[in-house]
């Protein structure tokens, strides 16, 4: 029989509110658990920012803390080459007693009750747009999106920073959606058709192991 998820003890850090709202969207489509109503309400992130540094400082204070039977785990971007995630990630699994060279592309769990997950896909460098842009459909609106937002930076100045390109024309295609939303992708993971890929199976996977074994 699965285990029950227990908002009382358990929790899940991530960066922020994109990334809370895809986790919640993408294990309520394809797991059936709501992780927005009680008592499943494990998925933490600070809404004034912080990002990876918070959530894994966060990530080591509720493991030192709370009791052993409680699911713990984080989700970070590992970025890219100029600023990877993984030696920081790689440092605390170290401190949890798991010696690993490189990632893996199951994520990392330890000793059944602490574990941690980067995007897109545990191993390669990137972030949670990346893992976005797989599961969504690709589409004529999501490239015209794309068009309309680099338009409005080369021609209008529009202030985005250009690796932020993909960030971009996914929240213009979030509001244009629903544009009642706040330009997060949460509503994209609900409302479409998604694709299935290697990395969104292997997040399924990890999460299931976590926090339903």
């Known amino acids: 029989m699965p285990r029950e998820i227990n908002d009382k003890i358990d929790a899940l850090f991530v960066e922020g509110p994109d990334d809370g709202a895809v986790v919640n969207s993408v294990v309520r489509k394809l797991v059936g658990i709501d992780l927005a109503r009680r008592p499943h309400r494990i998925v933490r992130a600070n809404d004034e920012g912080g990002g990876v540094s918070w959530a894994l400082r966060e990530f080591e204070r509720y493991i030192a803390s709370e009791r052993r039977d409680a699911r713990v785990g984080v989700i970070v971007d590992r970025d ?16 949890l007693g798991l ?10 769990i330890v000793d059944g009750h602490c574990g941690i997950w980067m995007w897109p896909d545990s191993v390669g ?18 490239s ?36 009642s939303a706040a330009g997060g992708y949460g509503h994209l993971v609900r409302n479409l058709s998604l694709t299935s890929t290697p990395a969104c199976e292997a997040f399924l996977a990890w999460f299931t192991t976590l926090f339903l074994t």
């Open 144 to 179: 015209y999106a794309a068009e309309a937002c680099r338009i409005a930076r080369d021609d209008h100045g529009a202030e985005y920073e250009l690796r932020h390109a993909r960030k971009a024309a996914l929240k213009v295609r979030s509001v244009w959606r629903d544009a």
């Open 99 to 108: 010696d690993v060279r490189d990632p893996a592309s199951t994520g990392a």
């Open 80 to 95: 890219d080459a100029s600023n990877d995630n993984w030696p920081a990630v790689s440092a605390i699994l170290q401190r």
């Open 125 to 142: 460098h990137g972030d949670l747009e990346d893992f976005v842009s797989a599961i969504i459909p690709q589409s004529s609106i999501l």
